[in-house]
Every structure is written in structure tokens, then in C-alpha cells.
């Protein structure tokens, strides 16, 4: 496909990549940041900041199988707390990476190839910090197997009928699918770093990742199709994992929770989530790596439209769900509309609305999704938003349901504080060693999108 | 006393009264009788199987209580105006010799009401009320001609009635005097709970020599003595006792004593000859010699009913008598008493009550600043006695919920006046209030004392409940709440007026187990929820429903039909456990929540842990004030709510490890080492009924706890749910006896642990498939709903809605 030169603008801002490049400079560039430049030490210090974040992660962990989850704020009636909102919240980021690397895949844009292996990246670090909650979040963790269905002597199943149970499937399936479609994505760049490697260790680590890649065209034929049957796989995963999840609360009778729209509007919330977490951890990240000619301004434009575009889709499933309140006329609906906008968590609802429906609405400016310090403070925004979103589902529709006198409120403690800090630390520590040592671009996929590589007909 | 001119004890029948008019007796509560006046009094208010008929309540009291709650007509006044409501209603009813008071339209309607149902009408007062009341309520009672027919007079149960106060008195003069030199200290907590102004203090305990007490409990008072002699519990050594009509009792012990520990038997035994004398040797030498005199016509106990035992052959009496539990014939004998109301002091300057018919309203300006105080036992640890028990420090007090503390209870008004406000906190159990300064007689409180507002508290009125603020009470009981001993002084034991208050300036969080908001969302739409049912007798009579019907949904289920069909089961048997819960009946006593505690062992979770909303209890009694106004609450109502076993039970589908199914016979069953706690069926459930161990709440290793326990029911570990079982050890012990018979279980031989406690019987158990069960009578009943019914959760736990019966005239 040749690179249209948009005439609205610098070609900068639309291509792909920038001119200029070469099938070796691309390779040079991207691998040297692996094998030959020199760690920045901004690396050192952010990596050493996570990790200390991420001990604090090991810390929680401990005290809490030692003592009990009522470490955490969760009470009854409100039983589920950040860990259920910080699994929601983890997950939905863990959207971005399947959505481009497999359905814009399958779509053909070939801007997804700078940004891919990146996203599929923090998918991957984003579902391990979201698997950890489900699992931490029970009072007896060490029976979690449980809930996988294995022939036992118990002579008993898990229960099909709870979207817990479909939970355990989906996040399952997803980080696998995730993990091998984003690690057959590596194999052609082992072999690359494998063969550019000048120490001995790091041959034989990529050598051994490259798993005998040596480039032929049976090789590559037999990888194309492997890669796009993954992506097709990996396609219905990006919906179905966040419409269970969103089932973990539609399935339920609480209001607020028992929604038809939960679905569509979930997933939409995941991939608003995603996108805001790419362009937050990209921004700087080219910057620093000098990436500009591989991230260019068009992927900065191209990430701000699919925040705006699944933001409005979040907008209307508020809009919606508020609606459905009052229109249901069933009382405890209404009050549970009521209460969120009234109530004593109102606040969080009302800043919700604002960093969710109103902010995003700047995205229509094209001045705004060019100013990349401003599109930055967007996507942190959206992402509290979207922290503030799973907070109002979860909490305010368990505080106050049908009998008054069991209604109560819910604080998170200071455990539950460091655990989802300590995850924030885990997320940046797998990043950190990512960029340290894997190439953060894929070199091959960029190089079929040079000029270079255009087959003529 | 001051009426009959000598000491006398009262006993009433609730179950022969039409009209009962209390005095500030909260006689469902905390009388020597109560769980006898509430049977009776609940039985006569039963409106089930075609009866039509209910006694009809009037309560005027000081401070709200639980009786107030179950009233027909409820007032409140102020101490001081008790007396002239009291001197009304006499006059009312013609009492002659008294000074007539003013009245209002609603006193004198009760006592045109009382009037009219002479000789089936009560009028009591409570123990705390002043002698003036007293004298005015049997002179009423006389008047009435209730007096042997539902008003009873015996001489005293004590055996030697004499007036505490003045004894202490005494006491306590020789001490300061340097007359004693030993002070045997026989149970009881002196130190801790003799009146301010003749505390038995450091000083006066160190003037005396010897000092020596016997309690259960190494206390405030076991602290000043040289000895302190661990005492058995009354489960584990023999004694006697007499009842509130007199019927004796012989004390049996269930257990060796646990710990090296004397009786006060022993340790009085030790100042006779005979000194080293067993328990049982005493008491049942007493019974025998009790038994000889007797038979020699004369009476060991002065004022007490001779006691007819079979000298020749006491071996078999004895036995008979332990065996049963009681002494047959022993109730004591009534007597005629004359009723002298003469003597009354003229009406009190308070004015007219502010109540029947009147509007209530603060009167301020008059003595502002100052408030009156009323000093009531606690609710759950009584006067301070049971503070370091633990399951009735975490009892939720009756219409408060609150737990581990007291607090000086204010009405809204006064609240409003003296700018005191709650906060609710963020926790879920926790709330904010502001404290005060209270000043007595120059006696202030050591400590701010924290605020709750109450419905239904008279405007101006402080009531403040003893038993807390202990320092020794033990693990549990330490350094909770604070000591209304403080101030209370011996001559105004109950209630005392010119008491200066003032705001102080700190919070207080008090832990809470029911936050207290509106039924109806009145910011938002007047709709009720249709939670608690109540509504008048006359309109129940005439068939008005008392809250929305709810047409059953169709039947469509994607399950197979088979599955939830209690009716066929398969083995013949075909029970169908449900339960009925009988609100008119509910006095809110909180039994059935501690019986229920005890029968499953339920942990005590602590103060810090309420405060989160953690508390265990499987069934709970929620509370509601009714009414627009919350100065004056139009009904108060109680709701015991236990697991519902609903047929589509919302918890049972979201677990993902089948912890929690249903039985073949109804029941939601949860099976505890199934259970990996990921608590989704307790946000599914929408009565909130589910509890679980956010951590290991259950103490392991003391080994008395182990005695504590019922072996019947597994103890609960840390991370899973648990929830009401409706007694499921129970159920399956009567199956097991009945299978072992060849027969099907019968009505009423499965008695739930909540169901045994009740002392108004408005809990019944049964199997719903049969027609003619207790329970599926009541259940046939117009008056029966279900929680939450439009949820379709099909509940077998159902609730008749409450009846009052108020008085027409009295609007």
C-alpha cells in the first residue's frame, strides 16, 4: 500500500513512519537500544522506583495470606472492593494490546505495527496485575483451583451458573492467547538480536527464544498464517473477556449492577482504558528513546480518536444507565441513580462525568491531539476515570441496595493502598525489564512497511 | 411501700389484661418477671386463626425502651412530669384522696379506656419510678378493682427486705466511723457501683483491716481487698433461689467447677461451726430442715410461704425437686394489701405533661442550661455486671444498634439546641458523634460522654445507662463507654433534674450495626420500600391489605422444573422447612440473636471490627421509627432477620464452587469447607444475611472456649461465608430420632435456637408442606408477606405484619 501524502499537513504527521528510514537503519535503531546503547540512567532510576513498588506488592501479599483479607476496607454488605475494581480497572488497560496487534491486524492499518509489541507488552504486565487480585482477593486463596474444572476426587465441578466460574475462563484464555501471540510476535526479532548479540549469554538466551529461526520463506510463509490464525483467535477475546466480566455484575440482582448494557459498554470502557494507558507510557517513551520516526504524529492522532470515539460510547452508556434508572420505575433502581449522583460517594460520580464524558470531548480539536504534553494529561484523566468508574459500579451499588438497614459504606484501608500500588510497581517493573531487554518495536514488522518493501505489480 | 405502708411484692397477669396503662415499666425488659409478663402479654395480642381481639398498650415513660416500642400509645415525658400524668389519669378514674393535677384530652381518654375495662386492666410502674407513682398505680389498680384479679400482692421474695440504701448508709458510716474491721465483700462490685455520694472508695477501703470478696470476677472492688475469692458460676456449684412469685428453685450445677472456686455457700459456711462444708451438703440440708419445720408449722424464712416438704419421705421429694427444676407450691401466697394513697405531695411545679394530646415542645427559657437525667441499667450488660461478656457487648442495644459503649441518649430537639451532630464515618459501622459535659450535684463525668440521638426521648431529658466505663472488668470489658456511676447519687438514683450540660468539644465514634436511614427516600420520592408491614387492628379487621401485593412473574425457567419441586421429592417424606415470623409479636429483645449465637457458634468480633461491618450475627433485629416527626415517632417496629431460604436463592447461582445449594427440603445450605470466600454471594444477596470471616475470628486454642462450643456445629475458620442454617444440627437430629421411630417428624419438634429464646413466641418453625403445621397456619394468614417479594427470591422465611390497636379517641 503506498504511504499517501496527506496535504493537511507536514508528511510527519500522517505516515506511518518517517522518511528516510532503511531496512538496516530501522534494525540498527530499534535493536541498539537492546544490545548496544547505553542504559540510560533514567532506566536505573525508574526501574529502581518500581521495584521498590513492587516489594510493597510482596509485602500485602504476605500479611495477607497470614492474616486474612480483612486487612482490606471490604465489609459486608460492600464484600467486593478495590480488588474487584482494580481487577476491572487492569484488565480493561489490558484491552489496547490484543485490540491492535490482533483486530487492526486483521483490519489491515498498518500503523498499528509501531505500537504493537508495546501494547501487546502492557497487555500481558496489565493481566498479570489483574489475575492477582481475582485470586488474592479470596478468603481462602490456596483453594483457588478449585474453581478450575479438574477431575477430583471431591467428585464435584465448579458451578457452571456463576460468571465467576466464566471469569476464570476468560482471563485464562485471554492471558494465554496474549502471551504466545505476543511471544510468536517476538520470535522473528530474537533471531535478529540472537544474530546481532556480542556476548555469549545473550546469544544463547536469544538464541534459545528464537526457537531455531532462521528467516527462510518456508519459515516466514508458515509464520504469516500462524500469526494471523492467532490474531483471528485472539479477535473474539478482546470482546468476550470484558463482557464476562462485565457479567460478574450484570448477572447480579443489585441494582446498579443488573444491567443489560454492561457488555458492550464494558468493553467500550476497556479499550478507552487501553488507549489512554498506550498513549501515557508511549508519549514519554519515544521521547526518551528518540522514537519519533517510528511513533509518529499520526499514531498519536490515530490513539486520540479511538479514546474519543469509545469515550462518547462510555458517555452513552452513562447517559443510559441513569436514564434506565428513572425509566425503569422500579424504586430501588431509582434510588440507586439517585444515590450515586446524591449520595455520599457523589463526588466520585460527578468527577467521573468529568474525566470521562467532558475531557475527552477536547480530543475533537485537532490542536489539542497534537499537543502531546496536553494529550498526555488526557489520558491520565481518563484512566482515574475509568478507576473512578469501576469504584462507582462496584461500590456504590453494593453501599446502599434494597434494605435500608443493611445499607453501610466502604473506605479502602491502607492495605489496600499498597497492594494496588505495589501492582502500579509490578506493572513498571515487567515494563522496565521490557524495554531493558526485549525490542519494544517490532524490527521485522516495520521493516514491511518501508517504502522499501513495496512489491511492484 | 409508701402506698400499702409495707414492703410488698407486685406480680401482675398480662394474659387476663385488656387495657395495661405503664408507668415508665418496662416490664417486657428487665422486671424480675419479664419473660412470664411477655408470654403473657404477647398471647394476648396474638391476631391469628380468627381471633380479633388485642389488649391495647399505653406507655408513658422517661426514657424510650423496648416496651415503649411495642405500645400502643407511647409518650414521653420528663421525669419530674410523670407524676402529675400519673395524678391525671388517677383523677380520671376517681382515686379519691389524691390532688387532682390537670389533665389533657389523651389522659383522659386512657382513663376513660381503663374505665371501662375494669378488672381486665393493669396499671404498672417501673422500678425505677419515683414512690409518689408507685402509691398512684396501685391506688389506680385498686380503683379499677384489678387488685386479685390481674394485680397481685405477696410478701416479699427476699428473704429479708430491707432498704438497700439506708444499709449502705449504715455501712458506710461505721466504715468512715473506724467500726470495721472486716469487710467480707459476698459478690457484687461495690467500688465500682455504689452511688457517688456514698462511694465505697480507695479511703474507705483502706480503713478497714481485713478486706475479702468473692466475685466471679477479679474487679474494681476484688482489687482493694486483701483476698479475692474466685467464685463459681452458677452453672457450676448447687444453690437455691426463689422466683419473681415466690416459686423456689433448686440451683443445679451443669459442670464441676471449672477453676478452683467457692460458692458463696462455702464461703459463708466458713463462719459456722461446720465450716468446711459442701454446697450440696447445705442446700439440701436446709430443704430438710426446711421440711421439718414445716412440719412443726412454723416458717424458717420470715414473710415466706411455709414450704410443705415430706419429712418421711424427702429422698424421693428431693429428687423430684431437683429433677424439675422447681419446688412445687412455693409460689408465694397473695395477700390483701390496703391501698393508702394519702400522703401525695401536691402536683409539681413542671405543669402539664406535655403530652397526651398536647404538643411536645422544648421549654426553654425557663432552665435552659439545665436538663434532667435519667439513669436506666443497660439493655445488654445490665448494670455493668455481664461487661466483660462479650456477646452482649456486641449485641446491638435495642433501638440504638449501638455496640461496646453507652451514650447519653438526647432527642433530636435537644440535640438541635445544644448543636450536637453524628457524622456517619466511611468504614460502614462507624459513627461520629459530639460529646457533652455533663454536671451533676457538682459531679462531671471524667470523660466527654458521647451523644445519641434517639426518637422518641423526651425534649430536655439526658438518659444515660450504667454499667460501663469499667477499668477491671476483665479482657473484654475494659475501658468501654463511661461510668454513669459517677454522678448518680443515692437519692436520685434513677432520674435527677438541674443537671448542667454542656457541648465538648471532641468526637466520639461509636460502632454501630444499623446506620439508621429512611425507609421511604424522602429526597428523592415518597415511595416506602414496603420493608415493615404494620397497620391498625380496625383496618386489618376490615380486610385492608397492609402493603403491595405481588402478582407471581410466570413460572419460565431455563432450569429443569424437577430440580426446585418441594413437593415430590422422592423419599416419601417431602419436608418443606420454612419459618414465620409474627412482627406483631416482636418486642425486640435481641434473645433470639444471642440464643442463636450460643447454638452456632458465632465469635465476637470486637469493637474495631463492628466499626467495619464485620459483625457475625446470623439473625439480627432491625429496628424502624415510623412517622414523619423523629421527636415523636408515630410506632417504633422490630424486624428479626434471619436467613430468608429463598426457593431461587440470588447467592446460589454466583458461586462459583457450589459452597452454597439447596437442599432437598428447602434449605439454602452452606457448607463451609466448600467455601473459598469470594463473597459474590453475599453482594447477591438482598437481605444481607451472609456474614463472613474476614479473618480468624474464632479463638482456637483457649481451651474454655472449646467447653463453649456447640459440638453440634462446625467452628467456622478464617475466609469463608456463613449465613442462618434455620438450625440445621437440630432438624437432622429429629430426623435421625424420627427415622429411628418409623415416623415422620412431628409439628414443633424442631425448635430453632431463636425460636426456643423467644420469650413472645413470634418465631415458629415447621414444615411448610404440611397443611396443618404451626407454621403453615400462620402462613395461610392474610397478614403474611414476604421481604423483598418482588424480587421473586421466594422467601421461606415469612413475616405477618404488625397490628396496633390504638385508641380511637386519641387521635
Not at chain 1, 403 to 414: F, N, V
Not at chain 2, 81 to 99: Q, S
Not at chain 2, 244 to 261: F, R
Request: proline residues 6%; aromatic residues 12%; glycine residues 8%.
Amino acid at each position: 500500500m503506498p504511504i499517501e501524502a496527506h496535504n493537511e499537513g507536514p508528511i510527519h504527521t500522517t505516515a506511518p513512519v518517517a522518511p528516510g528510514l532503511t531496512f538496516a537503519s530501522v534494525t540498527d535503531k530499534i535493536s541498539s537500544i537492546v544490545l548496544k546503547r547505553k542504559t540510560p540512567v533514567g532506566w536505573f532510576i525508574g526501574f529502581a522506583i518500581s521495584f521498590v513498588l513492587f516489594q510493597l506488592l510482596l509485602l500485602t501479599i504476605t500479611k495477607l495470606l497470614f492474616e486474612g483479607i480483612g486487612l482490606w476496607g471490604v465489609n459486608i454488605p460492600v464484600a467486593w472492593g478495590m480488588d474487584i475494581l482494580n481487577f476491572v480497572w487492569w484488565i480493561g488497560i489490558g484491552h489496547a494490546g490484543t485490540l491492535i496487534s490482533a483486530i487492526l491486524l486483521l483490519l489491515r492499518q498498518q500503523w498499528r505495527t509501531s505500537i504493537n509489541r508495546f501494547a501487546e507488552a502492557m497487555t500481558l504486565f496489565a493481566v498479570a496485575q489483574a489475575g492477582m487480585y481475582p485470586l488474592m482477593h479470596l478468603g481462602r486463596p490456596w483453594l483457588a483451583y478449585w474453581l478450575f474444572p479438574y477431575p477430583n476426587t471431591m467428585g464435584i465441578w465448579p458451578q457452571f451458573r456463576s460468571p465467576l466460574m466464566w471469569d476464570v475462563f476468560a482471563v485464562s484464555t485471554y492471558a494465554t492467547v496474549s502471551a504466545i501471540f505476543w511471544f510468536v510476535g517476538l520470535i522473528p526479532d530474537f533471531a535478529t538480536l540472537r544474530d546481532r548479540a556480542r556476548s555469549k549469554p545473550f546469544q544463547i538466551v536469544y538464541g534459545m527464544l528464537a526457537m531455531g529461526w532462521r528467516g527462510s520463506a518456508r519459515h516466514w510463509h508458515r509464520y504469516e498464517m500462524a500469526y494471523l490464525l492467532l490474531a483471528g483467535l485472539a479477535t473474539p477475546l478482546v470482546l468476550s473477556v470484558h463482557t464476562i466480566v462485565s457479567l460478574d455484575f450484570a448477572v447480579g440482582i443489585i441494582p446498579g449492577w443488573h444491567a443489560t448494557i454492561f457488555p458492550p459498554y464494558f468493553v467500550a470502557g476497556a479499550i478507552y482504558a487501553g488507549f489512554a494507558m498506550v498513549l501515557l507510557l508511549t508519549i514519554p517513551l519515544r521521547k526518551v528513546y528518540g522514537l519519533e520516526s517510528f511513533i509518529t504524529m499520526r499514531h498519536m492522532h490515530n490513539m486520540a480518536k479511538v479514546m474519543l470515539a469509545t469515550g462518547l460510547i462510555v458517555g452513552y452508556g452513562y447517559i443510559i444507565e441513569a436514564f434506565f434508572g428513572w425509566y425503569s420505575g422500579n424504586r430501588y433502581e431509582r434510588y440507586m441513580i439517585w444515590n450515586r449522583m446524591h449520595g455520599p460517594y457523589a463526588y466520585y460520580y460527578w468527577a467521573l462525568i468529568l474525566c470521562n464524558i467532558i475531557t475527552p470531548q477536547f480530543l475533537w480539536i485537532k490542536k489539542i491531539r497534537s499537543n502531546l504534553l496536553v494529550l498526555w494529561l488526557i489520558s491520565i484523566v481518563v484512566s482515574i476515570g475509568m478507576w473512578l468508574e469501576r469504584f462507582v459500579i462496584v461500590v456504590t451499588s453494593l453501599h446502599r441496595d434494597f434494605l435500608p438497614s443493611s445499607w453501610g459504606m466502604y473506605q479502602p484501608s491502607t492495605w489496600d493502598w499498597t497492594m494496588f500500588i505495589g501492582t502500579i510497581g509490578f506493572f513498571f517493573t515487567l515494563l522496565f525489564l521490557f524495554l531493558r531487554f526485549l525490542p519494544m518495536i517490532s524490527i521485522f514488522e516495520m521493516r514491511t512497511i518501508l517504502p522499501g518493501a513495496e512489491v511492484e505489480e | 411501700m409508701m402506698a400499702l405502708g409495707q414492703p410488698v411484692n407486685t406480680i401482675y397477669d398480662f394474659s387476663k389484661a385488656d387495657r395495661i396503662l405503664s408507668l415508665d415499666a418496662d416490664f417486657l425488659a428487665i422486671l424480675p418477671g419479664t419473660l412470664r409478663y411477655a408470654r403473657n402479654f404477647a398471647a394476648r395480642r396474638r391476631i391469628t386463626e380468627g381471633k380479633h381481639e388485642m389488649s391495647r398498650l399505653y406507655v408513658i415513660e422517661t426514657t424510650p425502651t423496648t416496651t415503649g416500642a411495642s405500645a400502643d400509645h407511647q409518650w414521653s415525658v420528663k421525669p419530674t412530669e410523670m407524676e402529675n400524668a400519673a395524678l391525671a389519669i388517677a383523677t380520671g378514674l376517681g382515686v379519691k384522696g389524691v390532688p387532682s393535677a390537670p389533665s389533657t384530652s389523651g389522659l383522659e381518654a386512657i382513663a376513660r379506656d381503663l374505665q371501662q375495662h375494669k378488672g381486665a386492666s393493669i396499671v404498672i410502674a417501673g422500678k425505677e419510678a419515683p414512690p409518689d407513682v408507685h402509691a398512684l398505680a396501685h391506688a389506680m389498680n385498686d380503683a379499677l378493682g384489678n387488685v386479685g384479679k390481674t394485680v397481685f400482692y405477696t410478701d416479699p421474695v427476699e428473704a429479708n427486705s430491707v432498704d438497700q440504701r439506708q444499709s449502705l448508709q449504715e455501712l458506710i458510716s461505721d466504715i468512715d466511723g473506724g467500726r470495721v474491721e472486716m469487710l467480707v465483700i459476698v459478690g457484687g462490685n461495690p467500688v465500682y457501683n455504689t452511688p457517688a455520694d456514698l462511694k465505697l472508695d480507695k479511703d474507705r477501703m483502706f480503713k478497714t483491716k481485713l478486706r475479702v470478696h468473692l466475685s466471679q470476677y477479679r474487679d474494681e472492688t476484688s482489687e482493694l481487698c486483701h483476698w479475692h475469692i474466685p467464685e463459681s458460676h452458677y452453672l457450676e456449684a448447687w444453690s437455691d433461689t426463689r422466683s419473681y412469685d415466690g416459686t423456689v428453685t433448686i440451683v443445679q450445677p451443669l459442670i464441676e467447677p471449672l477453676y478452683q472456686s467457692k460458692s458463696a455457700h462455702e464461703l459463708l459456711a466458713v463462719f459456722t461451726p461446720q465450716y468446711d462444708r459442701k454446697p450440696y451438703d447445705i442446700i439440701r440440708d436446709y430443704w430438710q430442715h426446711q421440711g421439718q419445720a414445716a412440719g412443726a408449722g412454723g416458717s424458717q424464712q420470715q414473710g415466706a410461704s411455709p414450704v410443705a416438704t415430706p419429712s418421711a419421705d424427702f429422698e424421693s421429694w428431693w429428687r423430684k425437686c431437683v429433677h424439675d427444676g422447681f419446688v412445687p407450691n412455693t409460689a408465694l401466697r397473695t395477700r390483701s394489701a390496703s391501698v393508702n394513697p394519702g400522703g401525695l405531695s401536691q402536683p409539681n411545679a413542671g405543669g402539664t405533661p406535655a403530652v397526651p394530646g398536647g404538643s411536645p415542645t422544648v421549654r426553654e427559657g425557663s432552665n435552659s442550661g439545665t436538663f434532667e437525667l435519667v439513669f436506666r441499667t443497660d439493655p445488654t450488660i445490665y448494670d455493668g455486671r455481664f461487661a466483660n461478656n462479650g456477646w452482649l457487648q456486641e449485641l446491638p442495644k435495642p433501638l440504638s444498634k449501638l455496640t461496646w459503649d453507652n451514650a447519653a441518649l438526647v432527642s433530636p430537639n435537644t440535640a438541635k439546641q445544644l448543636g450536637l451532630e453524628k457524622t456517619i464515618g466511611r468504614k460502614g459501622g462507624d459513627i461520629y458523634v459530639d460529646t457533652l459535659k455533663i454536671t451533676y450535684q457538682g459531679r462531671t463525668f471524667t470523660d466527654p460522654v458521647p451523644t445519641w440521638i434517639t426518637p422518641g426521648q423526651p425534649d430536655g431529658v439526658i438518659t444515660v445507662h450504667l454499667g460501663y466505663g469499667r477499668k477491671r472488668a476483665g479482657r473484654v470489658g475494659n475501658n468501654h463507654g463511661f461510668n454513669a456511676y459517677e454522678i448518680r447519687t443515692s437519692d436520685s438514683p434513677w432520674s435527677a433534674s438541674g443537671v448542667q450540660v454542656e457541648k465538648a468539644g471532641v468526637q466520639h465514634l461509636l460502632a454501630v450495626t444499623q446506620l439508621h436511614f429512611m425507609l421511604e427516600d424522602r429526597n428523592f420520592s415518597k415511595e416506602d420500600r414496603d420493608v415493615l408491614r404494620s397497620q391498625t387492628l380496625e383496618e386489618y379487621l376490615k380486610g385492608t391489605p397492609a402493603g403491595e401485593t405481588h402478582d407471581p412473574p410466570p413460572d419460565d425457567t431455563l432450569y429443569h422444573p424437577e430440580l426446585f419441586d418441594y413437593q415430590n421429592q422422592g423419599n416419601g417424606l417431602n419436608y418443606a422447612w420454612g419459618m414465620a415470623i409474627d412482627l406483631n409479636n416482636c418486642v425486640g429483645c435481641n434473645a433470639c440473636t444471642i440464643a442463636c449465637q450460643s447454638e452456632n457458634n458465632i465469635p465476637v468480633v470486637g469493637k474495631e471490627q463492628v466499626v467495619r461491618s464485620r459483625e457475625m450475627h446470623w439473625i439480627r433485629v432491625d429496628t424502624y421509627f415510623k412517622g414523619e416527626d423523629a421527636n415523636n415517632p408515630e410506632a417504633t417496629n422490630f424486624m428479626p432477620v434471619p436467613c430468608m431460604h429463598c426457593e431461587n436463592a440470588p447467592c446460589e447461582p454466583v458461586c462459583p464452587v457450589h459452597a452454597t445449594v439447596h437442599s432437598a427440603e428447602g434449605l439454602n445450605d452452606m457448607v463451609y469447607n466448600r467455601c473459598v470466600g469470594t463473597k459474590y454471594c453475599s453482594n447477591n444477596c438482598p437481605y444481607k444475611v451472609r456474614r463472613f470471616n474476614f479473618f480468624l475470628y474464632q479463638d482456637w486454642e483457649t481451651p474454655t472456649y472449646q467447653l463453649m462450643r456447640n459440638p453440634e456445629v462446625t467452628v467456622r475458620s478464617r475466609g469463608v461465608m456463613e449465613k442462618c442454617t434455620y438450625c440445621v444440627q437440630r432438624i437432622q437430629g429429629a430426623k435421625i430420632q424420627s427415622e429411628l421411630e418409623g415416623r415422620k417428624v412431628r409439628d414443633g419438634e424442631i425448635v430453632t435456637a431463636c425460636q426456643a429464646v423467644c420469650p413472645t413466641e413470634a418465631i415458629v418453625f415447621g414444615d411448610v408442606n404440611d397443611p396443618n403445621s404451626r407454621v403453615s397456619r400462620l402462613k395461610a394468614e392474610q397478614r403474611n408477606y414476604s421481604l423483598l417479594a418482588e424480587l421473586n427470591t421466594k422467601p421461606r422465611t415469612t413475616y405477618l405484619s404488625a397490628l396496633r390497636n390504638p385508641n380511637p379517641e386519641i387521635k
